[in-house]
T-cell receptor, first 113, second 112 residues
Framework: DAGVIQSPRHEVTEMGQEVTLRCKPI?????LFWYRQTMMRGLELLIY????????DSGMPEDRFSAKMPNASFSTLKIQPSEPRDSAVYFC???????????FGPGTRLTVT | GENVEQHPSTLSVQEGDSAVIKCTYS??????FPWYKQELGKGPQLIID?????GEKKDQRIAVTLNKTAKHFSLHITETQPEDSAVYFC???????????FGKGTTLSVSS
């Protein structure tokens, strides 16, 4: 059974460019989470979807960040324009209905130069 | 909102020794407390969790204890092995039970 799938695994881009990160949750899961991990701030929740609807986006740092979930099997996190301080590892996690356990993907390491 | 403190930030033990990592949380409404293990270059992996109606849970060499009154919970690893070396994160559910708030992590090094 495939776990959470993220792409790309690594992304290097220049400041000002648009970046799109992708996530495929575990089949059958109805909640999806985007996290950002940095040395300084640890693991931070950016946004949480339930049944494809954004429920809590209070962790999204600013308007440059946006996330969508067009269907139950796909989500994107977009940064436009990107800045060097956006460099981090971005994780997607999913959770089954009525469950507490969250399962993480392998992450996307983003470097903005 | 919920705040989770984790100690120590680094822990070095000899193979075969026990390791204990402690976390405290602030929101008495939190009712779910998972522990994750993260190896280099990988995503966090759920290793054990505990709910507020239970005081202790064990899975082979790993155990977690919860003290709701004091609002703290701990991870215990017995008979540590080099492959236990990783970063361990504790977490607590937020008040709505919709998301997890993570501690800053503990880097565990097990030397043989």
């Amino acid at each position: 059974d495939a776990g959470v799938i993220q792409s790309p695994r690594h992304e290097v881009t220049e400041m000002g460019q648009e970046v799109t990160l992708r996530c495929k949750p575990i089949s059958g899961h109805n909640s999806l989470f985007w996290y950002r991990q940095t040395m300084m701030r640890g693991l931070e929740l950016l946004i949480y979807f339930n049944n494809n609807v954004p429920i809590d986006d209070s962790g999204m740092p600013e308007d440059r960040f946006s996330a969508k979930m067009p269907n139950a099997s796909f989500s994107t996190l977009k940064i436009q324009p990107s800045e060097p301080r956006d460099s981090a590892v971005y994780f997607c996690a999913s959770r089954g209905q009525g469950a507490d356990e969250q399962y993480f993907g392998p992450g996307t390491r983003l470097t903005v130069t | 909102g919920e705040n989770v403190e984790q100690h120590p930030s680094t822990l070095s033990v000899q193979e075969g020794d026990s390791a204990v990592i402690k976390c405290t949380y602030s929101d008495s409404a939190s009712n779910y407390f998972p522990w994750y293990k993260q190896e280099l270059g990988k995503g966090p992996q759920l290793i054990i969790d505990i709910r507020s109606n239970v005081g202790e849970k064990k899975d082979q060499r790993i155990a977690v204890t919860l003290n709701k009154t004091a609002k703290h919970f701990s991870l215990h690893i017995t008979e540590t092995q080099p492959e236990d070396s990783a970063v361990y994160f504790c977490a607590a559910s937020n008040q709505a039970g919709t998301a997890l708030i993570f501690g800053k992590g503990t880097t565990l090094s097990v030397s043989s």
